[in-house]
């Protein structure tokens, strides 16, 4: 289970102003919000990544930044994070891309033939071709390939908890449907309880099993794809219909 407990973080200004929200243990959780509103900034403080100035996450009930560097060792083997943009390194092949995805201490169990047998697993789940593209370099893979190598790479270590930071942002509605097919069959698979970033609303309405928004440094609405469907708030309903007027330029752009 995750819980953010009255994040707070300013950069020039302050981007999360006391942000309170729990997943739970097996959920599929989606958190929408418009740019810039801090999405990847709270995913972030989760791994401390970036580290909030008041206030605390909690995984499984240890505090991720009053915990120690054992605790925040120990959680970061337990989540994996799918990073916006891919977040490849460029100057490392698809193998060394995923094994960076394993923490030292798994890493310090394994033999490299086990890393080797763990990366194959990794990309057979993400429906590439191991053979194919473990010794390719980044540049030579296209968008959707990248994003799904960087799934590899966050699920390679079979993590607990997945974060997942707009993994479909810029791909084709193609590509959009057979990613969030996999979001869904790897969190029935591995069983694992899900944190996703999106702007791709209906996409996240229709996967989880609850939304949060993020809107002027706070959770303006919080509950299920129901509630948000039908939530008389004026600010939700704007982003909504914002939302769904982007979709239909998305799609008639690609036609
Ligand atoms: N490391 C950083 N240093 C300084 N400012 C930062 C840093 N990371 C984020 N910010 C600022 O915090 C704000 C929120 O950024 P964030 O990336 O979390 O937005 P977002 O909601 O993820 O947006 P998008 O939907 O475009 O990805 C922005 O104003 C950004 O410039
Ligand atoms: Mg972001």
Redesign the pocket.
């Known amino acids: 289970m995750i819980e953010y407990k009255g994040v707070y ?1 300013a ?3 302050p ?1 999360l102003s006391g942000v309170d929200l729990r997943v739970e243990s097996g959920e599929m959780f989606a958190l929408f ?12 403080t989760t791994l401390a990544l ?1 580290v909030p100035d008041r206030g605390d996450v909690c995984i499984d009930n240890q505090s991720v930044h009053f915990g120690g560097r054992g605790t925040l060792a120990r959680i970061r083997e337990k989540v994996g994070y799918v990073f ?1 943009y891919a977040a490849l390194f460029d100057s490392l092949n698809v193998f060394e891309n995923i094994r960076m995805g394993l923490p030292e201490a798994t890493l310090k169990r394994m033999t490299e033939k086990e890393v080797a047998h763990k990366a194959w697993e990794a990309l057979e789940l993400v429906n590439l071709e191991p053979r194919m593209i473990l010794s390719k370099l980044p540049a030579e893979l296209s968008g959707g390939m990248k994003k799904r190598v960087g799934i590899a790479r966050a699920i390679v270590g079979r993590p607990e908890i997945l974060l997942w ?2 993994p479909t ?1 810029g791909l084709d509605p193609v590509n959009t449907a057979a990613v969030e097919r996999l979001i869904t069959q790897l969190s029935e698979e591995l069983q694992v309880t899900s944190l996703l ?1 999106t ?1 791709d609303v209906e996409g996240g309405l229709e996967m989880c099993d609850r939304v949060a928004m ?1 809107e002027g440094g706070r959770l303006r609405f919080c509950g299920t794809p129901e509630e948000f469907k039908n939530s008389d708030d004026p600010v939700v309903q704007a982003f909504e219909n914002r939302a769904a007027a982007y979709a239909a330029i998305d799609v008639l752009d690609v036609r």
């Open positions: 973080k950069f020039d200004e981007v919000g418009p740019s810039g509103t801090g999405k990847s900034v709270l995913l972030k970036i916006q930071d707009e942002t970033v702007h993020l």
